[in-house]
C-alpha cells in the first residue's frame, strides 16, 4: 500500500500550478490540484488575457481617426461597455474550459475548494484531508491598496473587468505595467483618464530612455501624468469620488483604480505554523530548486516573488515537474535575458540589461538608439513616435540589451530576445539583412553609438 494518496499535490490552478500538474501526471505521477476559484489564476481570468482584449478594443479609436488619410471614411461610430464586457466572459469561460481539461487528460485529480496545508505531506481540502510526498504552493499574488482613508472607494484591476458602466473620468493610481496600460485602456475607450504616481517617475525598473519616452507619449495622447503625487484620501462628495492629494490638490473622478502593486498569496494558507518560511512581504522563501524550510513543501510563480511574468512562471512549473518526475536533474532555472512586454500606448517591449544596469555590470558599453515616425503615419498624420534602443558591451560586443517603445513591440522583442539569449553580437546584428520596409529592421541597421556624458572616462 502507497505510504501517499498522491506523490504530488499542487495548491493553485494558475499557471504555474497547472503546467507543473500537467508535466507532472504526464511523467507518471499520481496528481492532485486544489482551487477555490478558477482555472488559469490571474492570467486567464483577470489579468493577461482580458487585459489585452481591453487593449485591442482600445486601439479602434485611434485607428479610425488613422484610416482618413489613407482614403477612408468611417461612419458614425460609439462604443458599447456592455458588448465588450459580455464577448470577453465568453472567451475566459472557454479558456477555464481549456484548462479543466487539460488537467483531466494528464490524469490530474481536481479537488474544487479551498487547500490548506496541515502537515509536512498533509493537505485539508474542505472537511477532506489528503496525503502527498510533494506539495506545491502556488496560489499567485492579490493586487495591493495602501491603508489610507477611503480606501473602500476604490476598485482593484480585478474588478476592471466586470465593471457593469464604463466611467467618464478615472484616477488610476500607480506607476507599474498595470497603472500605465489601464491609463491606455481606459484614454482609448474613451475615457478622460489622470494618472498619479508618488515617485519622480512610472515603470522602475525599466531603461530611462524608454520610460521618458512613453510618458511623453502617453501624454500626447490626452492621459494627464503627474509625478510626485501623493492621494492623502478618497472622499464621496456629490455622486463622484475626490482624490484629496498631499499638496492640497483634489481630483473628482467617476471611478478611482489602484494599481499599487501586488503582494504574495500566502496568508491562511497554514504554511508559517508549518514552518514555511516567508519574508517581510509575504512572498515564501525557496532555494534554487524551489524547495521552502520544509523539505517536502515548494513554492514557484508570483508566490514567491522573483519574476512576476506569466511565461516565467509556467517555466518554473515545467522546470520543478521535471525535477522531481523526470530523472536527472535539470540545469538550474535560468532568469537570465527574459522578455517582457507592456502593453502601453505605445507598448514596450524588453529584453536584457537596461543601460544603467549594463554600465554597472560592464563599465563601457556603447548605446544605439533610433527614434522615428513610423511610415504608417506619414499618412495618417497621427503623431505617434518609436523608440528602439541596443545597449552592448563594449569588450565583447555582445548585445545584453534590446529595448522598444512603438507598436507591436512585444512582438518584435521576442524575436530579438533569441538572439540575445544565445550571446548575439552587435556584428552579428550588423550583418542581419533587415526586412524592408518594417520598424524592425531598425534593429539591425543602426550604426552610429550614441555619445554620453562620461563615455569618454570609461574607455
Known sequence: ????????????????????????????????????????????????????????????????????????????????????????NAEIERLNGIYERILKNAGVTIHRGRATVTGPNAIAVGDETLTAQHILVATGGRPFVPDIRGRELAVISDDMFYLEEFPKRVVVVGGGYIAVEFAGILNGLGAEVTQLYRGPHFLRGFDDD????????????????????????LEKRRGRICAELADGTEIPADLVLYATGRVPNSGGLGLEALGVELNEDGAVVVDDEFRTSVPSVFALGDVIDRVQLTPVALGEGMWLARRLFGGAPPEPFDYEYVPSAVFSQPAIGTVGLTEAAARSRYGAVDVYISEFRALKHTLSGNEERTLMKLVVDKASDRVVGAHMAGPEAGEIIQGLAIAIKMGATKAQFDATIGIHPTAAEEFVTMREPVVRAGDEATE
Open 210 to 233: 524608454l520610460r521618458h519616452f512613453l510618458c511623453d507619449e502617453m501624454r500626447k495622447k490626452g492621459i494627464d501624468v503627474r509625478f510626485n503625487a501623493t492621494v492623502e484620501c
Open 1 to 88: 500500500m502507497d505510504e501517499y494518496k498522491y506523490d504530488f499535490f499542487v495548491i493553485g490552478a494558475g499557471s504555474a500550478g497547472v503546467r507543473a500538474a500537467r508535466i507532472a501526471g504526464q511523467l507518471g505521477a499520481r496528481v492532485g490540484i486544489a482551487e477555490d476559484r478558477f482555472f488559469g489564476g490571474t492570467c486567464v481570468n483577470i489579468g493577461c488575457v482580458p487585459k489585452k482584449l481591453f487593449v485591442y478594443a482600445s486601439h479602434f479609436a485611434e485607428e479610425f481617426e488613422d484610416a482618413a488619410g489613407f482614403g477612408w471614411t468611417v461612419g458614425e461610430r460609439s462604443f458599447d461597455w456592455p458588448t465588450l464586457i459580455t464577448n470577453k
